[in-house]
């Protein structure tokens, strides 16, 4: 895969010599690819990204992969803060739910498997650390959102997927302990408190938990389906 370089001067060292051990995916949000290179490429701006795949397949790296790049901003995964720390940041050229959010092209979507198998073989990233920006900021984020081809990434061994089907009533609410949900939730890693209250904190995990696994129907309410995919997610990471 032929990679452009356009260097940022937004990183720094990872601290005490970490090591990527996680993929982070985002959407730019912005409604062009220039715009959104030009904003990781300026100095005050204090924003960037490894990677940036345009629509068309194009790829351009701004930070080198040993250095920390600045995309995720506060986050948290598996008692993990900071986790820019130890990830790379991949940003994917799309409007998001701001400007237009849209289907990723073909030619994109082929770029990004090509890269993404590239980093997780080479940094043996496993599938349970390759994660969206809402998954680890989810009261901030919701890219990259419910329309990205997660399913594919996880056939070719990038992130997991389950196998549960999709029923035909999703609106099914269940009167399930909402504590079990916060600690299965907890358990895939996100950052949560077990207060055993459908609360603000657990209403946005949960809405990003549905983005990324359950995008059928992104509603951040605990429906027995969320629940089935939860657990069967949960049983792939024994």
Not at 163 to 190: F, R, T
């Amino acid at each position: 895969m032929a990679i452009i370089s356009k260097p940022s001067p937004n990183f720094d060292e990872r601290p005490d010599g970490r090591l990527p051990d996680m993929l982070i995916m985002h959407y730019t949000g912005m409604q062009t690819a220039a715009e959104a290179i030009e904003r990781l490429c300026d100095a005050e701006a204090k924003v960037s990204a490894h990677y940036v795949v345009d629509e068309d397949g194009a790829v351009y790296q701004l930070v080198d992969e040993a250095h920390r790049a600045w995309h995720a901003g506060v986050s948290h995964w598996a008692g993990e803060d900071a986790v820019n720390n130890c990830s790379i940041g991949v940003e994917i050229v799309n409007p998001g739910h701001e400007w237009g959010y849209r289907r990723f092209p073909q030619a994109q979507m082929d770029a990004i498997c090509i890269l993404s198998m590239d980093i997780v073989k080479r940094h043996q990233i496993a599938p349970g650390r390759v994660l969206g920006h809402s998954d680890v900021a989810p009261s901030r984020k919701t890219d990259p959102g419910e329309l990205f081809d997660w399913p594919r990434l996880a056939a070719l061994g990038v992130g997991i997927w389950h196998n549960v089907a999709v029923p035909h009533d999703m609106a099914q609410m269940v009167s399930e302990d909402i504590a079990g949900l916060q600690k299965g939730l907890q358990n895939l890693g996100y950052g949560l408190q077990l207060t055993g209250e459908l609360d603000v904190d657990t209403v946005a995990v949960l809405t990003a938990f549905q983005r990324h696994w359950r995008p059928e129907a992104v509603h951040g309410r605990p429906d027995a389906h969320s629940i089935m995919v939860l657990r069967d997610l949960l049983s792939r990471l024994d």
